[in-house]
């Protein structure tokens, strides 16, 4: 988003952004500097991803039925 937001403030209109899109870089202190405005996830935090990824785990896989054998 960093890089988006950078591209877009230097270009003179919306079309003048879209004639530079592919001039448009992601660069190492784009990364720096969204790691400055990130909080850590607290437990109870984790703990409820942690559950969601569970149930929709389970909520995708394949119910099979075990066949018969003759």
């Not at 988006?4 to 870089?25: N, V, Y």
């Not at 992601?26 to 703990?47: C, G, N, T, W, Y």
């Amino acid at each position: 988003m960093l890089s988006l937001r950078e591209h877009i403030s230097k270009a003179k209109d919306p079309e003048d952004a879209k004639k530079r899109a592919k001039g448009l870089k992601v660069a190492k202190r784009h990364f720096d500097e969204a790691l400055q405005k990130i909080k850590p996830m607290s437990s109870e935090e984790l703990k409820m991803y942690e559950r969601f990824s569970q149930q929709f785990s389970e909520a995708a896989r394949p119910k099979i039925q075990p066949s018969a054998v003759a």
